[in-house]
């Protein structure tokens, strides 16, 4: 069961099934196998419910997925009577009244759910390592982070648990652990994928919910699932001409790509993840696309200033919202949340305001250019740990959040120093977000983090105008028939 689950994607798991060759009932117990023998390495799925889920594997189950096992992540995906806690000790807790919006069309495709998988506390961070439930480590590397914050997520699909898994992106939480982790990861553009009445717009509409999976044709099937619109939205991209199942294999044109490799920070990019670029840049050439270096003109710290403040007003409210004092929650979320308090409205949304600009500027450049190409990270997975605040600062910064010393952080220039140290390792990924356009990791890459080290995996991102996913998935198609990456597996 193990071989199967590895030799085939959750498309041909599920035609499988229909075929009578095996049962949803094995499918689900090989996964939960595979879950509990990688759990004590990985610490993918802290959240499990196996008896629900093989009670529904009993039953007859219909739709594109019917029968093949899945993992949501614990982060806007809620299953009804289940915990979701977002990696909050405040919230640990918390049951879900109601499926979500996700949850059930995940559930009318047949899909038999599990558990939910591991993020950072909030989901606010690139790397999944929460107080709550402790670290979770990358298959390819145990010594190093997945990713976030659909690590959890990442960490699964990576070691086989499931053949793909719910995951959402607020700004870059499914591309980058998709290249950390050597996974497709697809951010659809704001509102393909609805959050539902009870969350509206997430995150100023930055947030998308998405998949983290193996093969195209598994995210293009899984967005024809997800990718119906909820009630009262308030808006909603056009209908694709034609299923995005229907764009697997089909003619993707002669596209004008754009790359770049450069930091939009000017920070330092490994060479591993240049030379993924470049060599993307080449195999695109060699499909018959035009292919030069150009990209958006885009202040790249501009973006982080007006991403890190919207972030930080939304971590305060979310502080506010559970009820709990700051120093329930871990200690960079509590310094956060300060933050966001001392920032007044008219900075929120003069902030906010500069998402135009962006915006205006990608749509010039989409003017020109069908898909930009860019790295995905600036380097290899971080170490466990690695990311943690540095012991002084672990000292003082109680004590400044317990003084109420927000206002004064942010005039001693925090917001600056936090958004270069948050972003200088992820910082290709949020101008998506803000502009509200689709984009994808796909895994062509593979590169060694320093000499001498095994090589591991390397994401390189596309970004399209907004809501041409169609586009991203025909080129995703033809560049997985190129080179593909199904085979490839951590040792």
Same mark, same amino acid.
């Given at each position: 069961?193990?071989?199967?689950?590895?030799?085939?994607?959750?498309?041909? %798991?599920?035609?499988?099934?229909? *075929?009578?060759?095996?049962?949803?009932?094995?499918?689900?117990? &090989? #996964?939960?196998?595979?879950?509990?023998?990688?759990?004590?390495?990985?610490?993918?799925?802290?959240?499990?419910?196996?008896? /629900?889920?093989?009670?529904?594997?009993?039953? *007859?189950?219909?739709?594109?997925?019917?029968?093949?096992?899945?993992?949501?992540?614990?982060?806007?995906?809620?299953?009804?009577?289940?915990?979701?806690?977002?990696?909050?000790?405040?919230?640990?807790?918390?049951? @879900?009244?109601?499926?979500?919006?996700?949850?059930?069309?995940?559930?009318?495709?047949?899909?038999?759910?599990?558990?939910?998988?591991?993020?950072?506390?909030?989901?606010?961070?690139? !790397?999944?390592?929460?107080?709550?439930?402790?670290?979770?480590?990358?298959?390819?590397?145990?010594?190093?982070?997945?990713?976030?914050?659909?690590?959890?997520?990442?960490?699964?699909?990576?070691?086989?648990?499931?053949?793909?898994?719910?995951?959402?992106?607020?700004?870059?939480?499914? =591309?980058?652990?998709?290249?950390?982790?050597?996974?497709?990861?697809?951010?659809?553009?704001?509102? =393909?994928?609805?959050?539902?009445?009870? !969350?509206?717009?997430?995150?100023?509409?930055?947030?998308?919910?998405?998949? %983290?999976?193996?093969?195209?044709?598994?995210?293009?099937?899984?967005?024809? /699932?997800?990718?119906?619109?909820?009630?009262?939205?308030?808006?909603?991209?056009?209908?694709?001409?034609?299923?995005?199942?229907?764009?697997?294999?089909?003619?993707?044109?002669?596209?004008?790509?754009?790359?770049?490799?450069?930091?939009?920070?000017?920070?330092?990019?490994?060479?591993?993840? /240049?030379?993924?670029?470049?060599?993307?840049?080449?195999?695109?050439?060699?499909?018959?696309? $035009?292919?030069?270096?150009?990209?958006?003109?885009?202040?790249?710290?501009?973006?982080?200033?007006?991403?890190?403040?919207?972030?930080?007003?939304?971590?305060?409210?979310?502080?506010?919202?559970?009820?709990?004092? $700051?120093?329930?929650?871990? %200690?960079?979320?509590?310094?956060?949340?300060?933050?966001?308090?001392?920032?007044?409205?008219?900075?929120?949304?003069?902030?906010?305001?500069?998402?135009? $600009?962006?915006?205006?500027?990608?749509?010039?450049?989409? *003017? +020109?250019?069908?898909?930009?190409? %860019?790295?995905?990270?600036?380097?290899?997975?971080?170490?466990?740990?690695?990311?943690?605040?540095? =012991?002084? !600062?672990?000292?003082?910064?109680?004590?400044?959040?317990?003084?109420?010393?927000?206002?004064?952080?942010?005039?001693?220039?925090?917001?600056?120093?936090?958004?270069?140290?948050?972003? *200088?390792? +992820?910082?290709? +990924? !949020?101008?998506?977000?803000?502009?509200?356009?689709?984009?994808?990791?796909?895994?062509?890459?593979? @590169? &060694?983090?320093?000499?001498?080290?095994?090589?591991?995996?390397?994401?390189?991102?596309?970004?399209?105008?907004?809501?041409?996913?169609?586009?991203?998935?025909?080129?995703?198609?033809?560049?997985? #028939?190129?080179?593909?990456?199904?085979?490839?597996?951590?040792?």
């Amino acid at each position: 069961m193990d071989e199967l689950m590895a030799r085939n994607d959750a498309t041909a %798991l599920a035609a499988l099934v229909a *075929a009578g060759q095996v049962s949803a009932a094995e499918l689900l117990e &090989a #996964a939960i196998a595979r879950a509990d023998a990688t759990a004590g390495t990985l610490n993918h799925t802290p959240i499990r419910f196996d008896d /629900v889920a093989r009670a529904r594997a009993r039953q *007859a189950l219909s739709g594109k997925f019917a029968g093949v096992p899945f993992l949501l992540k614990d982060i806007g995906q809620e299953y009804a009577g289940q915990p979701y806690t977002a990696a909050a000790a405040p919230w640990r807790g918390r049951i @879900a009244a109601e499926h979500s919006a996700y949850t059930r069309r995940c559930l009318e495709a047949g899909l038999v759910i599990f558990g939910r998988t591991a993020t950072p506390e909030l989901g606010l961070r690139a !790397q999944t390592e929460s107080r709550l439930w402790g670290p979770t480590r990358n298959p390819w590397d145990s010594g190093r982070t997945p990713g976030g914050s659909s690590g959890g997520s990442a960490a699964a699909v990576a070691a086989g648990v499931v053949p793909m898994a719910g995951a959402n992106d607020g700004g870059g939480s499914i =591309r980058i652990p998709a290249s950390y982790c050597g996974l497709f990861g697809l951010k659809p553009s704001t509102n =393909r994928v609805g959050w539902g009445q009870a !969350q509206g717009l997430n995150w100023e509409g930055a947030s998308a919910n998405g998949v %983290l999976s193996r093969s195209v044709r598994d995210t293009a099937r899984m967005l024809d /699932v997800l990718s119906v619109p909820e009630q009262g939205e308030f808006f909603v991209p056009a209908a694709p001409a034609r299923p995005y199942e229907a764009e697997l294999g089909a003619p993707v044109g002669r596209l004008r790509i754009g790359f770049s490799t450069a930091s939009p920070l000017g920070t330092e990019v490994h060479a591993g993840n /240049v030379a993924a670029v470049r060599e993307a840049a080449r195999l695109l050439e060699g499909l018959g696309h $035009d292919v030069e270096e150009a990209a958006p003109a885009i202040d790249g710290g501009g973006v982080a200033s007006a991403f890190l403040t919207m972030y930080l007003g939304q971590v305060a409210a979310d502080v506010a919202f559970s009820g709990a004092p $700051d120093s329930a929650f871990e %200690l960079e979320t509590g310094l956060l949340a300060a933050l966001g308090r001392a920032l007044s409205a008219a900075e929120y949304v003069t902030a906010h305001r500069t998402w135009n $600009d962006f915006a205006r500027a990608l749509g010039r450049f989409h *003017a +020109t250019y069908d898909v930009w190409l %860019l790295p995905t990270v600036a380097g290899p997975p971080p170490r466990i740990g690695e990311l943690a605040l540095p =012991r002084a !600062q672990q000292r003082i910064l109680p004590v400044l959040r317990a003084l109420g010393a927000g206002r004064l952080m942010l005039k001693l220039g925090m917001l600056e120093q936090i958004a270069h140290e948050s972003f *200088a390792r +992820t910082p290709f +990924t !949020q101008v998506s977000n803000m502009t509200f356009t689709p984009s994808m990791s796909v895994p062509l890459g593979m @590169a &060694a983090p320093e000499a001498g080290a095994a090589a591991l995996p390397v994401g390189v991102q596309f970004v399209a105008r907004y809501g041409a996913e169609d586009v991203l998935i025909r080129l995703a198609a033809q560049l997985e #028939a190129a080179a593909p990456w199904a085979g490839r597996w951590p040792a």
